[in-house]
Nanobody
Framework: QVQLVESGGGSVQAGGSLRLSCAVSVWYSGRVCVAWFRQAPGKEREGVATLDRRGGTNYAASVEGRFAISRDSSENTLYLQMNNLKPEDTAMYYC?????????????????WGQGTQVTVSS
C-alpha cells in the first residue's frame, strides 16, 4: 500500500518562502512520477509541478521561476520549495504519485494522493 503524507504548510507573508515535504511509503526508483497540485477555495484543483522518473521537471506558468520540485530518493521524500510567495498561492497543496513509464497527462490518472497541507499567504 502506497501512502503519501504532506507536511510543511503554514502561514507566511507575501514574499516569504515555505518548503513542503511529502513522505512516500514506497519509492520504486526509476518508475515513479511525482507531482504537486493545489486547490484554492472555490476553484478547481490545478497542477503545480511534476517530476518524472528521469528527473525532468515541469511547472505551471504561474509558479515558474519561484517554485522548485525535487526529491530525495534515499529518504523517499518529495519536496516543493516555494519562494516569493504571493497571496494567489494560497491553497491546499497535495502531492501525488503514479508508477509507470510516463507521467500522466491528467491529474485524474494519478493513483496515489496525500491528504493535503494548507498554505496561506497574506499580503
Amino acid at each position: 500500500q502506497v501512502q503519501l503524507v504532506e507536511s510543511g504548510g503554514g502561514s507566511v507573508q507575501a514574499g516569504g518562502s515555505l518548503r513542503l515535504s511529502c513522505a512516500v511509503s514506497v519509492w520504486y526508483s526509476g518508475r515513479v512520477c511525482v507531482a504537486w497540485f493545489r486547490q484554492a477555495p472555490g476553484k478547481e484543483r490545478e497542477g503545480v509541478a511534476t517530476l518524472d522518473r528521469r528527473g525532468g521537471t515541469n511547472y505551471a506558468a504561474s509558479v515558474e521561476g519561484r517554485f522548485a520540485i525535487s526529491r530525495d530518493s534515499s529518504e523517499n521524500t518529495l519536496y516543493l520549495q516555494m519562494n516569493n510567495l504571493k497571496p494567489e498561492d494560497t491553497a491546499m497543496y497535495y502531492c501525488a504519485a503514479e508508477f509507470g513509464r510516463l507521467c500522466p497527462q491528467n491529474q485524474a490518472d494519478f493513483t496515489y494522493w496525500g491528504q493535503g497541507t494548507q498554505v496561506t499567504v497574506s499580503s
